[in-house]
Each structure stands twice: as C-alpha cells, then as structure tokens.
C-alpha cells in the first residue's frame, strides 16, 4: 500500500463501517428459521401504499426529465414547502426564496450542513454536538467536515434527552454546530418548547448554529411535536437566526423513493449552505419535485399514515407488554431493552427469523468507554398493526 493510499484510508476509517454493513456482518453464518414468514425491523423504511396522487402527477410532469433543475428547487415547489411550514407550525411567514431549500433526501443535506457551516481551518477543531444514539450521518459529517463530535448520551436517567446541561462550558465555548432529531430515531424522544428555548438561549451565548432533524414530525402518539422555527418565532426572534430544519418526505408521506426533503430556516445560513450545494449539485428531477409539491400541500395521506402508525404501536406493545419500557412518543421505532443487543439480534434472527438492529450500532462510545445503545434494540413499525403483532410475539419468543 502506498503512502497515499494508507494517508487516505486513515481519513475515511474515522467513519468506521454503517451499521447495516455492521449487522450483514453479523448476521454471516446464521440462516433464519425457516417456514416462517421474515419480518425485516432493521431499516426505518415505510411500507405504506402509495399516496394517491403520486403517479397521476408524475405522469403530467414526465416531460421535466428532459431539464437539468436547479439545485435549490423551483420556486413552486419551495413556496409549497414554506406554506406547509406555516400551516403546520402557525408561523406567519416563510419566505420561500431565501429562506427554504429543496433537498435530494434529508441524508445528503444533514451530512452536507456541516461542510458548509463549520470551518476546520480554525485553530481548534469545531466541535459538532450530537445526541447518542444518533443518525449515523450527524457522525459521519462531523468528522469529514473537519470537527471534532461530541456526544450527548440519550439515557434512561434522562428520559432520552440530549442532557444540554451536562455539557461543560468549555465545550460550549469551542462549539460550531448542534444537531437535534425530535421526534428522535432511534429512541422515539420529543423535543418540548422548553428545551428548544434554552438550546436557543446556550446558541445566542456561545455562538452556535442548530440544525433540528424534524424527519419524524408526523408521527407522533399524542401531541404533536413542536418545531425549532415554531419556538424560534413565538420566543420573537427575527429570522430564525442560526437554526435550520430539515424534513422529509420520506417518512411524512411514505415515499423513501423519492429522495426528497426540506431545508428552511435562518436566510444567511440557506444562503452559505446554497454556495456549497451550487458546487456539489444535488438536484431533484423536476418531475419529483412536482411530486414533492403535490406531496408538502396534501394532509389526507399523512393523516391515514399517522392512523396506521398507531395502531402498530399500540398492537405492538398490547402483545410485548411495557414494563421497564418507555413507550416511545413519537417516531415508528420501539427501542427496546435487552440483555445483550449482538446476541439477541441474532436470536431474534435464527429463532425467529426477525431483523432487527443491535442499539449499539447507532451509538458512539463517549471517551469513558460508555456506549449508550448497549443493551437495547431498534425494531421499526413499518408493516401495519399486524405485522406489528406478529413481531412483538415473536421478539417475545427470543432466547438467549
Ligand atoms: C433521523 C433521520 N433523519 C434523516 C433521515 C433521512 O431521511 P431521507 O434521506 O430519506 O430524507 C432518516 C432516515 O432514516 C432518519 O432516520
């Protein structure tokens, strides 16, 4: 091996492997039981019908693949996403034009933010705050823009929350970026206005950016979550300053395919991450976006989602039972504590012919060695109430 290549694979080995290459790996030499129907709970992907109108628009706007389309997305279909955006969080007003962004799926636009937010020539590298367990890709663009993470434990001791007042002020005071998922994957975790209102307070005073992954807005089990923008707007703050939200159709309308999701929030920040994304170029085909628009001005379908979301969750934990369990308030995952999360996913696998992923998979271990998603698996509720039965009788049914 080359100097080169040993300095390059040095870079990228910070990354270590995704989890789903992590679980293949594990899963290698065991089969599933046979004679039993396999129950996939590993990926958080919807397995809903298709919205109604999705192939009729499609279909109408079949000529736009014959266009290159900008990257920030046709004015239509940011200012369908800004309508949202007011509708669903009583905001008076977004401003389509500099204040929202179209996004090729959440993933690529929560990975790129931080290239385009932090600056690793700084004397000390940025830290990027992150709740742990995460979405891998807050990890991952952390350390190729350049920072350094830092993880906040999500616990049982503190109902799941990212702990902001654990954080010692010397972090603070070295810290570019946070990011934020409410409701949380993987541990289901709702963001309340409260704390918003002081992550707001600690961004002011230490000067930061937040970036709030709201994939999950829609599902939720009682009330609906509130919004970084919403907090930001009714605590009177002008211009959103220093937040971005992201969201996505993919788990709002069940449409994973489509690669599609909203960037919004503070004008100046949109506009430094529109310079980046000018270069790197991650456009959505203009029929999709047609779609998208169809998709951000449409609640029938979200609401029919929402109904069957809870009646897996509820099917789910009638037969799992909930004790010792948090029931999560929003999201489609269950985190689940278990002995030992490798060897009951391979259990649950052999036995009982189930996938399901290990939680330490999606956690980082924090510098005393702690991994915080030990002992729990992640099972997505993405195949309807009975399918959501089937599986909580079978992950009953796992021994170790
Ligand atoms: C917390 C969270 N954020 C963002 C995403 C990315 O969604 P997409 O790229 O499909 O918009 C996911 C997908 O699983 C997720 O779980």
Not at 206 to 228: A, M, R, T
Not at 259 to 286: C, E, H, Q, V, W
């Amino acid at each position: 091996m080359s100097q080169r290549d040993q300095l390059c694979q040095v870079r990228l080995e910070k990354l270590g492997a995704y989890p789903f290459e992590r679980l293949k790996l594990l899963f290698s030499g065991h089969s599933p039981r046979s004679g039993l129907v396999p129950i996939d709970a590993g990926a958080g992907e919807p397995r809903l019908p298709l919205p109604s109108f999705v192939a009729d628009t499609l279909s109408t706007h079949v000529s736009g693949f014959s266009k290159y389309p900008s990257t920030v997305g046709s004015i239509e279909l940011r200012q369908a996403i800004a309508d949202w955006l007011q509708r669903r969080y009583g905001l008076q007003h977004v401003d389509a034009a500099t204040q929202v962004l179209a996004a090729n799926g959440t993933r690529e636009a929560l990975f790129a933010v931080a290239h385009a937010l932090i600056n690793p020539e700084a004397d000390k590298k940025p830290y990027v705050l992150m709740p742990n367990p995460m979405y891998q890709i807050y990890l991952g663009a952390a350390l190729t823009a350049g920072g350094e993470a830092v993880f906040l434990p999500c616990t049982e001791a503190s109902g799941f929350a990212p702990d902001l007042d654990a954080v010692p002020e010397s972090v603070w005071a070295n810290t570019a970026l946070i990011y934020v998922c409410s409701p949380s994957n993987p541990t289901g975790w709702i963001a309340d206005s409260d704390y918003f209102t002081h992550l707001l307070a600690l961004a002011d005073k230490y000067d930061f950016y937040i970036v709030s992954d709201e994939c999950y807005s829609e599902i939720y089990w009682q009330d609906k979550p509130v919004g970084l923008l919403e907090v930001a707007a009714l605590s009177g703050r002008e211009g959103f300053s220093r937040c971005l939200v992201m969201n996505s159709l993919s788990k709002r309308s069940a449409l994973p395919g489509m690669r599609s999701g909203l960037i919004a929030g503070d004008a100046d920040l949109i506009a430094r991450f529109t310079k980046l994304r000018s270069y790197t170029g991650p456009a959505t085909p203009l029929p999709l976006q047609a779609v998208a628009r169809a998709a951000w001005s449409d609640e029938t379908h979200v609401q029919q989602h929402l109904k069957v979301y809870r009646n897996s969750l509820k099917a789910f934990f009638d037969i799992y039972g909930a004790d010792g369990i948090t029931i999560p308030p929003g999201s489609f995952f269950v985190w689940l504590p278990v002995e030992h999360d490798e060897n009951f996913a391979v259990a649950a696998y052999e036995q009982q012919a189930v996938t399901v992923l290990p939680g330490s998979y999606l956690a980082a271990e924090d510098a005393d060695g702690m991994n915080p998603g030990k002992g729990y698996i992640r099972a997505a509720l993405v195949d309807g109430p009975e399918c959501a039965a089937e599986l909580a009788h079978r992950l009953r049914s796992v021994r170790i």
